[in-house]
T-cell receptor, first 116, second 115 residues
Framework: GAVVSQHPSWVICKSGTSVKIECRSL??????MFWYRQFPKQSLMLMAT?????????EQGVEKDKFLINHASLTLSTLTVTSAHPEDSSFYIC????????????FGPGTRLTVT | AQSVAQPEDQVNVAEGNPLTVKCTYS??????LFWYVQYPNRGLQFLLK??????LVKGSYGFEAEFNKSQTSFHLKKPSALVSDSALYFC?????????????FGAGTRLFVKA
């Protein structure tokens, strides 16, 4: 089956630093990837849609200058949390959408970010 | 716009009893409906989906869900609950007419199965 990986699985960083999270589709090509954020005991909130070769589309209320998304290839999207603050601590989950109908969407295992 | 409602924050069931986790949705086009399960500090695991065809969909681990167009519901069911089914369950919807650009998740329902 289709596999999506995320790296790192967890990261601790200091306030003010930047952190990059990678999302890879291991055995299929994904023209579109999605980034979600999940706070403890809450649902997944869609942050942005990442399209290969073009700018990401951000959901309302998501700061595009803070959460930089790059989808440089059909198998890799990255999310960079810039100038991280403790309130950015969260569980970040990516998903990759298969390029052909019915556009199956596969989820990564998530990345736990803790900003101290 | 799409939306998903999971009216119950928590469902408690005794082991061996049937369980139901409720989900209703709103979407302008044809609904693609999904159920996922999440264990602590883990990503999402796919359980089942409805795209088209039979309204009763069977999925992983003995779960099933029934698509009801008139009631815009997609409730998750299992005939006999196991303690290991205790987890967080998410219902999700995509608008099939737009090529599935976004999957929107419900708030989640925590299932507790007591031995």
């Amino acid at each position: 089956g289709a596999v999506v990986s995320q790296h790192p699985s967890w990261v601790i960083c200091k306030s003010g630093t930047s952190v990059k999270i990678e999302c890879r589709s291991l055995d299929f090509q994904a023209t579109t990837m999605f980034w979600y954020r999940q706070f403890p005991k809450q649902s997944l909130m869609l942050m942005a849609t990442s399209n290969e070769g073009s700018k990401a589309t951000y959901e309302q209320g998501v700061e595009k200058d803070k959460f930089l998304i790059n989808h440089a290839s059909l198998t890799l999207s990255t999310l960079t949390v810039t100038s991280a603050h403790p309130e950015d601590s969260s569980f970040y989950i990516c998903s990759a959408r298969y390029r052909a109908p019915p556009y199956e969407q596969y989820f990564g295992p998530g990345t736990r970010l803790t900003v101290t | 716009a799409q939306s998903v409602a999971q009216p119950e924050d928590q469902v408690n069931v005794a082991e061996g009893n049937p369980l139901t986790v409720k989900c209703t949705y709103s979407v302008s086009g044809n609904p693609y409906l999904f159920w996922y399960v999440q264990y602590p500090n883990r990503g999402l695991q796919f359980l089942l989906k409805y795209i088209t065809g039979d309204n009763l969909v069977k999925g992983s681990y003995g779960f099933e869900a029934e698509f009801n167009k008139s009631q815009t519901s997609f409730h998750l069911k299992k005939p006999s609950a196991l303690v290991s089914d205790s987890a967080l369950y998410f219902c999700a919807v995509r608008d099939g007419d737009t090529g599935g650009f976004k999957t929107i998740f419900g708030a989640g329902t925590r299932l507790f199965v007591k031995a």
